[in-house]
């Protein structure tokens, strides 16, 4: 039986993978693997089946907690939005010159997706630089660019990459120190291909016609709402104060996400009395709730079960210790797992190392493996455009060809990786944490 449920746990994770292909959503391929593969297990356990029920549920709760963390930081991205706040940022960026533009506009996506997540940062660059550059074979450098900042920027920070969340969400990295230890890293990810295209970029941003879009208001026209500065303050002050919050009170981060939910939420219905219930709904938290991407945090709920029912049979423990065997050394392994997150979803791939290698006392919280594997799969997806959901959705946006993106971009987000790579690794030994003393 156990052979049958990775049979049904591979086929589903290339229908994910070849999601675009079958013209089947990811979202629908996750959910019915992750049941089927439970039920599997299930089935063929009978005798134990009360056992199996107690393993569901103690996963169903770690799975929970990441699901309502995301649900809480996209509500509040996305209130934040409807009052056209990211426009504070953006509207203040008017250069001319393409290669300033370039590292202006990549900067600002590192810091922002450090906060908001690297899916919504790259949506809003991508919809400032339809603005600032007209001219459409330098608009999509500029687009593959954003893909890469937005990656890294997301990679260092446990808000910042759905990956680094569900590592630190689990207890495997604290905050501060994942930011310390790899911001260096990250920053080197993206300025190594800056720096290359600084000598080779060549082309004008082109001038602005008839092409004027604005930032993308959900359908809100663009009508300026009273509150914009206030709720862009409280929004990214709220998403901040997330890892305060847990490491003063010591519990779970979700719960900080929902705080910080709950006061813009209060914020967000007193801000504009005079309105009536209907003009007012787009800018409430009952609005944002209606747009946030309910697929997605499906998807995370299939692929976290699929793997949970893995590592709950013991195949995820055997097969690092395979690989241990087979290729000796934790850094090549996951270098690798990087490099395939360019391919595969690092969800899923991230969510299969956690059951590899953990819980377990010689993988203690900041160890290097936690650590790296968070820099590996937020940074290795931008190898290829469809391997994060940053790179999904711009493809999307721009209608960025696969191929083109592979002959313009891919090596640059590679150089970009191994160098970072590097530098995590030679910097790692002085900032390494000890493990702790068990008396």
């Not at 990775?6 to 992750?34: C, D, M, Q, R, W």
């Not at 310390?180 to 300025?191: A, G, K, N």
């Not at 026209?221 to 009170?249: C, D, E, N």
């Amino acid at each position: 039986m156990e052979i049958l449920i990775i049979i049904v746990f591979v086929v589903g994770y290339l229908a994910i993978a070849l999601e675009h292909p079958l013209k089947i959503n990811k979202t629908a391929s996750a959910l019915l693997t992750g049941v089927l593969c439970w039920t599997l297990y299930a089935v063929s356990q009978q005798e134990h089946i009360e056992h199996i029920g107690e393993e569901l549920a103690h996963h169903l709760a770690e799975i929970s907690a990441i699901l309502f963390f995301l649900m809480g930081a996209m509500t509040i991205v996305e209130l934040v939005d409807a009052y056209q706040g990211f426009r504070l940022i953006t509207d203040r960026i008017n250069t001319k010159n393409p290669k300033k533009l370039l590292w202006i506009i990549c900067f600002v996506t590192f810091f922002l997706s450090s906060v908001l997540d690297n899916l919504t940062t790259a949506i809003v660059m991508v919809s400032l630089t339809r603005k600032l550059v007209p001219n459409k074979e330098m608009r999509m450098f500029f687009a593959g660019m954003i893909i890469i900042a937005a990656n890294a920027g997301g990679a260092w920070s446990p808000i910042g990459d759905v990956t680094t969340t569900m590592l630190w969400i689990k207890g495997y990295i604290t905050s501060a120190n994942i930011m310390m230890t790899l911001i260096l890293p990250s920053l080197v990810c993206m300025i190594v291909p800056l720096i290359y295209l600084q000598f080779t970029l060549k082309g004008e941003l082109g001038h602005a016609g008839s092409h004027k879009e604005d930032t993308h208001a959900h359908g809100h026209g663009h009508k300026q709402v009273r509150g914009a500065t206030a709720m862009l303050l409280l929004g990214i002050g709220g998403l901040i104060s997330v890892p305060i919050f847990k490491t003063y009170t010591h519990l779970p981060p979700y719960l900080g996400m929902l705080l910080a939910l709950g006061v813009i939420w209060v914020v967000s219905e007193l801000i504009n009395p005079d309105m009536d219930e209907a003009e007012k709904r787009p800018y409430t938290a009952a609005g944002a709730l209606s747009r946030i991407d309910v697929p997605s945090v499906l998807f995370f709920l299939g692929i976290l079960l699929a793997v949970g029912a893995l590592q709950s049979m013991g195949t995820l423990n055997a097969f690092a210790g395979w690989l241990d065997v087979t290729l000796k050394d934790n850094r090549i392994i996951i270098t690798l797992i990087g490099i395939v997150s360019a391919i595969v979803d690092n969800v899923p791939l991230v969510a299969a190392s956690m059951g590899m290698y953990g819980p377990n006392p010689a993988y203690y919280p900041d160890h290097l493996i936690w650590e790296y594997l968070a820099y590996c799969a937020g940074t290795g997806g931008s190898i290829l455009i469809i391997g994060s959901a940053a790179g999904v959705a711009v493809m999307g946006m721009e209608k960025i060809d696969f191929l083109w993106y592979v002959k313009r971009i891919s090596l640059l987000a590679a150089l970009g990786y191994f160098a970072g790579a590097i530098v995590y690794l030679i910097i790692q030994p002085y900032l390494a944490v000890h493990p702790p003393v068990v008396p």
